[in-house]
């Protein structure tokens, strides 16, 4: 196809929940630290958002090793939401990210409701943090269900969260380990998400058959990269076209991304962003040449804006 | 005083790196030579996360190549076991491996020419402690590939420097043998017998487990065999050890029981390499902590620890592993 449309013309601006994004390239949570360890290898404020890690109200040390595994086309994963804690990550990590000059989203994780909302109100008052998305695939200990898998807590939980995030766009990040997750979606918009992103890891799990062990010390872990990405395309064409749409609730799309066309795909299912989990531990700049790549194919179509893109799947 | 050889390392780059030789060094052992960019600083101790070349923009058929191995998705630490300028502005960087799984039979059928990606220097360095007049590298199995390196660099350092080396057997020894050397089987005279080592001018004792090369037993009990005729003041001796971590434990208590220098390159298993996943995580003691003890990252904190600091599965208190 040509077209005089060229890949410098290309405008791959989004508008996410209020955030402002350069490009719709962002980090996945949980594969990207706190922002300064990729940086001998890419220039950390050409990303459309960082997200951190996951931050917890005390520090956690996580499972024991081993801790992840590979698989094919993809890994498992049983980190343990292993963080500093919501003061550390205040003082040690938040001068770096406030240097980045581009959306920081804070993942935030907790036991209960209380602690989703006390350490999300607490990222909410520093400024160069621009969301707080919630990460709600960890058991609710005391009440025996997960959050991420009934609508009923989920919506209770985003409800109490809410009020306490008044500047960060709040973001729901679903879990792919229900029954219909159009539902979940729907609940947490009633609770008042901004944006959904999804998928997190689907659960997962893996047996050493010479000593008949599981082979990650957790027993059961969670399943990331290329493996996942037909569930994940799949999953955001449905909240898309179910939910998310009429709502007017974009989603940040991730699950298994390496390349452009992975992205073209997730835009043409609904999702407004991506993010890249697991393959930046293959090559750290997949970023950039995400966009490198996705300006050319755009160009190409003679596609002038990438929002021009979102949803476009026909069937 | 403990100051590393040469100055701090490079920062890590991602490089892409050119197959200059991959040759078989014994049964299940090839030592796999990359070309690539000049890296200013890297020292002894540090890795390489080493994978198959990264797919350009969308171009998402040619990670697969035309080779039939399956390739693996994430990449592997491996022990930098050499590394020299070449051609005035290149770099020359070994690594020896062991075909365990997916990813070295990956690099094992590796040709002339063929590239791989290298995300290099990773991970700290074998701290050399000035003063100590004799230094022992005590490895055993793919423990061997970053105490080559170590040798060559305190060789330049100037110190007795002896090798204590084990294996299963001698199928499984990746050293080049001079065949005009007899091997001692006592377990405390040092040959010249592995060039490798002899050319870093750096004896060597060999042990197996089963008898079939050197002193029968594996690499601890040689050292402490060697130790008891060595006539060495504890003060005076730092070890290094890499291998099984069954048997770097062994060499740490061996050490740490009559207060003897001892630096352990630990192994984890690694996603990122660099800092990000929490996946490689080592147990060390921390005073003054609710529990007595933390996790510290194999990749950027290690994989090189002082062996005290380091809490052994054995020695309970608690800690998960
Ligand atoms: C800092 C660091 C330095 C390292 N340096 C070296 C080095 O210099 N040379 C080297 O060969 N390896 C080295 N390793 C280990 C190396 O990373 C692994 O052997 C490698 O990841 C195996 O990848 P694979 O895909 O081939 O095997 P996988 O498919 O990941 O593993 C296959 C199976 O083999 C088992 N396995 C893994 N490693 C070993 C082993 N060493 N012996 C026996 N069974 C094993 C696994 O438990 C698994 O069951 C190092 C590791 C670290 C963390
Ligand atoms: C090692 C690892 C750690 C992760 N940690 C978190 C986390 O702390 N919080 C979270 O919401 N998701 C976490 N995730 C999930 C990712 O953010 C992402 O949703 C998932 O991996 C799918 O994307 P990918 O296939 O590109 O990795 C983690 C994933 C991995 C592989
Ligand atoms: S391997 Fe990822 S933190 Fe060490």
Sequence with gaps: ?315 | MTVTVGDSPSPPRMLVGCVIANQALCREHFRLTLRTEAIENALPGQFVHLGPPSADAGDDVSRKGTSFAPIPLLRRAFSIAGMRLVEGDRCDIDVIYRVVGTATTWMASLRPDDAASMLVPLGNAFPVSKGKKYAWLVGGGVGLPPLLWLSEALNRSSRSVTAIIGARNRDLLALTFDESVEIPVDGYSASRVSAEFAANDTPVILSSDDGSVGFRGHAAAALETYYSRAGVAAGDLVVYTCGPELLMRAVARFCLDRSIECHVCMERAMACGTGTCQSCVVAVHEAGSPDGWRYELCCTQGPVFEAGRIVWPDSGGGVQH
């Design chain 1, 1 to 315: 196809m040509s077209s005089s449309l060229s890949p410098e013309g290309v405008d791959l601006s989004v508008q996410l929940a209020g955030m402002r994004l350069a490009n719709p390239v962002m980090t996945a949570s949980g594969t990207s630290g706190y922002g300064p360890e990729y940086a001998p290898f890419i220039d950390v404020s050409s990303l459309g958002a960082f997200v951190t890690k996951a931050v917890t109200a005390q520090e956690r040390k996580g499972n024991p090793q081993p801790r992840t595994v590979e698989t094919a086309a993809g890994m498992l994963n049983a980190i343990g939401l292993a963080n500093v804690g919501l003061e550390r990550f205040v003082t040690e990590k938040i001068p770096f990210l406030a240097t980045l000059g581009i959306p920081v989203i804070a993942n935030v994780a907790g036991h209960d409701p209380d602690e989703f909302a006390m350490v999300s109100a607490r990222l909410d008052e520093i400024p160069c943090i621009s969301g707080v998305e919630l990460n709600v695939s960890c058991p609710n200990v005391s009440g025996g269900l997960d959050y991420s898998t009934n609508a009923t807590q989920l919506e209770a939980l985003v409800t109490t969260v809410r009020p306490r995030v008044r500047r960060a766009a709040l973001i729901v990040k679903l879990s792919p380990n229900v029954t219909d997750i159009a539902e979940m979606a729907r609940a947490a918009v009633r609770g008042g998400a901004e944006a959904l992103s999804m998928i997190n890891t689907l659960s997962g799990m893996a047996i050493n058959v010479d000593t008949f062990r599981p082979l990650l010390a957790n027993v059961t872990g969670g399943l990331s990269g290329p493996a996942i990405k037909p569930v994940a395309i799949r999953m955001v064409h449905k909240v898309y076209s179910e939910v998310a749409r009429d709502a007017g609730v974009p989603i940040i799309g991730m699950g298994g991304i390496q390349n452009w066309r992975d992205v073209v795909e997730f835009h043409l299912a609904g999702a407004s962003a991506v993010a890249v989990g697991t393959n930046l531990f293959v090559d750290p700049t997949t970023p950039n040449t995400i966009c490198t790549g996705l300006r050319q194919f755009l160009a190409d179509k003679g596609i002038p804006r990438l929002t021009d893109l979102i949803g476009q799947l026909r069937t």
